[in-house]
């Protein structure tokens, strides 16, 4: 039986794109990714993210992440809530591994929910496969499943990965893109002074940018 995990990195920062990562492995081979030491990307130092992530492939049948700009999240915010965007994102992740289970980190505050929709979604475009998957969709799902947790890490080290060539790009250290990151605070503010208006690598339907503008204006 084939298992799938997918989780998200970088659905709250104001810059750069969000990641979903999805591995698919054999069902036999979870324990030898619990073995590796797996677990919620956030609470591993990046250099053993980066090991982690090579290990990982060798478990793994495939390994997908599925990016979405800035740009395009600024666009399905005019049509949709930052839910539908995730219920959309990660049913692309599906399409792309064809599970027989999946465990998914939920992004919606009722778990079940987020499943129930992310099976909608995969069944419009898949209904007899629709039939047979069964998804499990927890929070914190990356602290329980090692499958998700190996997700939750290659979505983590494309991301790192994107930022970094971001900051070559434009020669700016902007810290990590949180809203909260004074770093990043201190660049969209030095950023908009002098260019009057903010790059294309910023997601401008976020409040942090309105309040930015309100303020400067």
């Not at 990641?19 to 036999?28: P, Q």
């Not at 599970?99 to 419009?124: H, M, T």
């Not at 503010?189 to 790059?199: N, Q, S």
Request: with cysteine; glycine share 6%.
């Amino acid at each position: 039986m084939k298992v799938a995990g997918i989780d998200e990195a970088g659905k709250g920062p104001v810059i750069g794109p969000m990641c979903i990562g999805g591995v698919l492995v054999e069902e036999s081979k979870i324990n030898a990714l619990k073995n590796l030491g797996v677990a919620d990307s956030k609470k591993i130092a990046p250099k053993k993210r980066g090991q982690l992530a090579s290990q990982i492939e060798k478990y793994s049948e495939k390994i997908f992440v599925f990016e979405v700009s800035p740009q395009q999240i600024d666009e399905f915010r005019r049509l949709m809530s930052m839910n539908d965007i995730m219920v959309l994102a990660f049913s692309k992740v599906l399409e792309e591994l064809h599970p027989d289970e999946a465990y998914v980190d939920a992004a919606d505050v009722k778990e079940e929910r987020f499943g129930k929709r992310l099976l909608q979604e995969y069944a419009k475009k898949h209904p007899e496969r629709a039939k047979d998957i069964s998804i499990v969709s927890r929070h914190q799902a990356d602290a329980i499943y090692p499958v998700v947790s190996a997700a939750s890490i290659v979505a983590k080290v494309r991301r790192d990965a994107l930022i970094e060539d971001i900051k070559k790009e434009i020669g700016i250290d902007f810290g990590s893109g949180y809203p909260s990151d004074p770093k990043t605070k201190q660049f969209l503010k030095d950023w908009f002074r002098e260019h009057g208006e903010l790059p294309d690598i910023v997601r401008h339907s976020w409040k942090t940018v309105d309040n930015l503008m309100n303020k400067e204006k």
